[in-house]
């Protein structure tokens, strides 16, 4: 699942079943323990649990954080430091709760996610084994289960309550309260009230393990158990909001291998060596994985089929190592961990890496790790910086308010649009003047051709073209903007007949400009201004820039990324419609290589050093100014015969 195999989008569910097996192991000792000795040592209990749980997760946790500090950006350094901390001290599912939702985008770039059960299994051993305590000294043992079954009715009634994120005592008497659980998927998921019933069930197992079953009753609730588990890993996805009554399903799953594995003829498909090998090593695997995930992700993208597989041999190799010198000396004592070097050492160690995460978050990622080749707002990932920083973000598909028209029309795919904020800022703002803006991102607007690379989006390509159309003949505005980005869009064109039918066939150079000579005669008497394409940056300038590369890379050469030459492909495609412009005197032709561009040399950077492009190929808010301002003089010439506008009007 964590890897994204289709195959399994349930295959979170592990976690349930996970619980399970916790609630049956850890109740089984400790009420062995009470009953043979009398009494439950306390300190022996949670010296296990740190033994076992501890160094490991120490570890992955130190070598995960050196490993951010050298290639995370300072967004992303900032929210890894609160979750370290949150880590260290067991409470990651609430920091987690309060931050995000498991399912959402960004949770591919949190490698201490995963460390959210943890925390969840901690949180109930803490009460959990002194209620077991108190039932057994009153020598009434049947308290215990019976209070298990309560617990379980209660947690899951909370799941059904709680999965809204609308409780109304709450926002009635805890308003600020009530605020936190708004998101009622997320607060089922990560907190420990909405997971009882899953320990309590494994709990319970505790007191039914003894009973005696015949072996085909025994075969079938393990083999029912299997189907249910592997049911959920396949069937379920994260559309679900769960728990909820669907964890049931993994979760008794669990219950009858757990509860028949002993005496089914089917056993040997967990007993075999494969299989408990990967069991001894699970914690480990558990820890290490998911850390390995988000920094390929996060260096490489979404690994593909090959990246894959070597993730999953890197995490099985790396829980080998861990699971043979970190989990065994310690759980065997070679190391002891009461003693002062070692208790002294990890309590230092802790201290440092909590005041390391606090620091990491109270001073915005540490900044100064950061080479200051370019000036730009620390947004997240390169994703949210282009969502937020995209030349035509709040712009799309605002058509004008009240009797007045617009007298700019935008059109085009997300390359027209890209060029809002420009014309805002330079020719509109103040001026009197009101720019329209398409909102079709994908779409080529030119009568006859669609983008065929979606089946629906030849519907929205022809809509679109009509809907704009109609709005030009009422508007009559003084002129109309089109850009596109135009040698993909050739790339995945089609031409259409008088019925909006497909004719498949391949779209050519000159057949678009045609098309745009065509769209002229659509407009009638308004300018028409065809924009060329627009130069591209080759790289994502926010993720180059915001990461630390200088540490790991020691050759990083800034130039390499703010100067780029110029595509000879695009330089003839533009020149091709220079040229068709000038003979055919029907359409103005503006080229952005004459405004990003020098000597076959292309910048990527302004004056003030802002990023000018929000990803590899679109143009930021800022070079959305720039390449209008650098059009400023032949575009107010249409616009304002008075002179309304100057260029003291720049920004």
Known sequence: FHLGYTAFPGGFVGVDVFFVISGFLITALIRKEIIETGRWNVKNFYLRRIRRLFPALFVTLLVTIVFAVLVFSPTHLSRIGGALVSALFSVSNIYFWVESDYFDITAKLKPFLHTWSLSVEEQFYLFWPWLLLLSLKLRREWIAPVLLVLLAIASLWLNVVFADGSVEMLEHYFPSAASYISDGRATIFFLLPFRIFEFAVGAVLVWLISLKTPQWLADILFAAGLVMIFYAVMRFSDRLVFPSFYGLVPTFGAAFVIYSGSRSRFRMFLANKVMVGIGLVSYSLYLIHWPLIVFWTYLEGTPGTSAKVVILLLSLLFAVLSYRYIEQPFRKRQYEITAPKWKYGFLTATILMSAAGIHMKQYNGWTWRVPKTAVFEHAGNAADYHIRFYGGAGYIGK?????????????????????????????????????????????????????????????????????????????????????????????????????????????????????????????????????????????????????PRPLLFSDFDAKKYTEVPEREDFTAFNARLKEAALRTGAFVFLDPHDVLCERGICHNLDENKHLIYSDAYHLSKYGSVEVIKGFFSQLKAFLDVNGSTTSKDLP
């Open 399 to 547: 058509y004008p308010r009240g009797s007045k028209q617009a007298d700019i029309i935008l059109m085009g795919d997300s390359h027209a649009q890209q060029y809002a904020e420009g014309l805002y800022k330079v020719l509109t703002k103040g001026s009197g003047h009101i720019l329209y803006v398409s909102e079709c991102f994908s779409c080529l607007y030119l009568p006859g051709f669609v983008n065929a690379s979606q089946p629906h989006y030849v519907k929205l390509s022809l809509r679109a073209l009509q809907r704009d159309l109609a709005y030009i003949r009422r508007a009559h505005p003084k002129m109309v903007i089109i850009a596109e980005s135009w040698l993909h869009q050739i790339k995945q064109a089609d031409m259409v007949d008088e019925k909006g039918r497909r004719k498949h066939v391949a779209v050519t150079e000159e057949a678009v400009i045609q098309g745009i000579l065509e769209l002229k005669k659509e407009i009638g008497e308004s300018t028409l201004v065809v924009i060329g394409q627009v130069p591209g940056a080759r790289y994502n300038l926010y993720d180059v820039f915001s990461r």
